[in-house]
């Protein structure tokens, strides 16, 4: 297991709780549907994989590709598609799996992308919420964890390219903004 930086914010046993109830909230409230999940690629990429495991029903599954940051640790604000859908989603109940939601501004990009694309339901699924960032109102209808404003390592998450396999989720403290 390698190792990582910061200190631990959110244990992987705190993680696979937490995961594990999203999974269920989703199948009660899609009871009778296939929703169709579209992960957003490469944060949300660990999270999707454990979500789809905790979720016990059937379900479908896509990835669109984003790009916001730049390779530091604050957003550039500039959202670009680097990876678009392989399937229509018209008529379908389409939740979007995120990492974290914290300006808002990817989120909102991808939810007036997909909403051009007439899915039945567009619902929201984000393992972090960091909540005093918020930029653009973007509303969210599955919450992993709300967080403060901090920058978060692992578990997906990177910094310039590094540290998504770690296990546990890290915080930089005392970390310069870069
Ligand atoms: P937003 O558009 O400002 O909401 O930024 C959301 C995206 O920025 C997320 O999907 C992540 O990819 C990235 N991001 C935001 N905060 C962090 C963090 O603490 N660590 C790693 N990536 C982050
Ligand atoms: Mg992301």
Redesign the pocket.
């Known amino acids: 297991m390698p190792q990582g930086p910061g200190r631990v914010l959110i244990f992987r046993e705190e993680i696979a709780v937490r995961v594990g109830e999203l999974g269920h909230a989703i199948a009660r409230e899609h009871a009778g549907h296939v929703p169709l999940l579209v992960g957003?690629l490469k944060?949300?990429a660990v999270f999707m994989a454990d979500l789809i495991r905790a979720i016990p029903a059937p379900i479908a599954m896509d990835f669109m590709g984003?790009s916001?940051?730049g390779p530091g640790?604050r957003?550039s604000g500039a959202?670009r598609l680097t990876a678009d859908l392989s399937v229509s989603i018209e008529g379908r109940d389409v939740i979007i799996v995120?990492?974290?939601?914290?300006?808002?501004?990817?989120?909102d990009y991808l939810r007036r992308n997909l909403e051009t694309r007439h899915p039945r339901s567009l619902r929201v699924c984000a393992l972090l919420d960091?909540v005093e960032?918020r930029q653009v109102d973007v509303s969210l209808d599955y919450v992993g964890f709300a967080i403060p404003d901090?920058?978060?390592?692992g578990y997906g998450?990177?910094?310039g390219g590094l540290y998504r396999g770690l296990a546990d989720i890290h915080v930089l403290e005392d970390f310069p903004e870069v």
């Open positions: 957003v944060g949300a984003v916001s940051y640790t957003s959202v995120e990492d974290v939601v914290d300006s808002g501004r990817t989120l960091k960032r901090r920058f978060v390592l998450f990177d910094l």
